[in-house]
């Protein structure tokens, strides 16, 4: 049965990074794409971007060049580092495996929250 855990989400001030980090288990980690989803209460969760397994790379564009996603075959770990912070990236953060990386979320961790004050 799959699990995802994330963690690594607190309160930041704005311009401030966070790295947020997803433990997987009870899948095959290096064959499944992973991506990073965010949703603020009320609101419709978003895509952040995925990592394919081979370490390839898509952002949403609000995350080109502030966030950076890799991965830890050898751990089953993936990682979100989120850098220049601004408050409207305040959301509760998920980590999923995808239906290849283009495709929809299938599997969900309990998210984490990220807090950015200005």
């Known amino acids: 049965q799959a699990r995802l855990v994330e963690s690594g989400g607190g309160s930041v001030q704005a311009g401030g990074s966070l790295r947020l980090s997803c433990a997987a288990s009870?899948?095959?980690?290096?064959?499944?794409?992973m991506g990073w989803y965010r949703q603020v209460p009320g609101k419709h969760r978003e895509w952040v971007g995925s990592?394919?397994?081979?370490?390839?790379?898509v952002y949403a564009d609000f995350a080109k060049g502030r966030f950076t996603i890799s991965r830890d075959n050898a751990k089953n770990l993936m990682y979100l580092q989120m850098s220049s912070l601004k408050p409207e990236d305040t959301a509760d953060y998920y980590c999923?495996?995808?239906?290849?990386?283009?495709?929809?979320?299938?599997?969900w961790g309990q998210g984490t929250q990220v807090v950015v004050s200005s």
């Open positions: 999923a495996t995808q239906a290849g990386c283009d495709g929809p979320a299938v599997h």
């Open positions: 990592i394919h397994t081979g370490g390839q790379t």
């Open positions: 009870g899948i095959v980690f290096p064959t499944r794409p």
